[in-house]
C-alpha cells in the first residue's frame, strides 16, 4: 500500500520502496511535496532498532521536522498506544496536524474495528477512515488502490 503511494506521488513504477526522503508531486497542483515516508510501521522496524519515536524520527530523517509530510505506519494493538501518543504528540510539537488514516480490514471472519476506537479516542487532528473489504483474489490490486486512495486524500489536503 504505501509503495503504490509512493510511486504514484513520485509517478514511477516501483517494484520496492524503501524508506526515506521523497520529493512528491500532487496531481491537482503539480506541487511538490516534501515528505519522508516509512515502508514499514514503526513496531516492526524502528522501535527494537531505536527505541523511541523521536529517536527513529531523528535517526532517519534529522530533517523531518521541517518537511511538509511525514508518513510512519503504527500498528494498533493496545500495547503500541504509548508509540501512537507520541507520534502525535512528536508531531505536534513541530507543528503538524496529526491524521489517523485507519485502514479497515474487513473479511468472511470479521473485522478488526474492534481494534481502533481507543486510536480514535486520541488527540488527532484529523481521522480518515479508508474502506477495504477484504479479498483473497487480487491482493496486490487491492493494496494498490488503497494507496491511491491515500495519496488522492493527501494531495487533497496538501493542495486545496
Known amino acids: 500500500m504505501i509503495r503504490a503511494l509512493v510511486a504514484l506521488g513520485?509517478?514511477?513504477?516501483?517494484?520496492?520502496?524503501?524508506?526515506?526522503?521523497?520529493?512528491?508531486?500532487?496531481?491537482?497542483?503539480?506541487?511538490?511535496?516534501?515528505?519522508?515516508v516509512f515502508g514499514r510501521s514503526y513496531q516492526e522496524r524502528e522501535r527494537g532498532q531505536r527505541g523511541s519515536v523521536e529517536a527513529a524520527l531523528d535517526a532517519n530523517d534529522p530533517d523531518w521536522r521541517t518537511r511538509e509530510l511525514i508518513i510512519m505506519p503504527s500498528h494498533v494493538a493496545s500495547v503500541d498506544h504509548p508509540d501512537i501518543l507520541d507520534m502525535i504528540d512528536l508531531a505536534h510539537s513541530a507543528g503538524f496536524d496529526v491524521v489517523a488514516a485507519s485502514v479497515i480490514f474487513s473479511w468472511d471472519g470479521g473485522d478488526n474495528r474492534a481494534d481502533f476506537p481507543n486510536i480514535w479516542r486520541m488527540p488527532w487532528d484529523e481521522r480518515w477512515t479508508i474502506p477495504n473489504p477484504w479479498t483473497e483474489d487480487n491482493l496486490q490490486d487491492q493494496l494498490e488502490m488503497l494507496g491511491r486512495e491515500l495519496w488522492t486524500r493527501i494531495c487533497k489536503k496538501q493542495t486545496p
Open 10 to 36: 513520485i509517478s514511477t513504477e516501483m517494484k520496492l520502496h524503501r524508506k526515506g526522503a521523497r520529493e512528491m508531486y500532487s496531481p491537482w497542483a503539480n506541487r511538490m511535496i516534501d515528505a519522508y
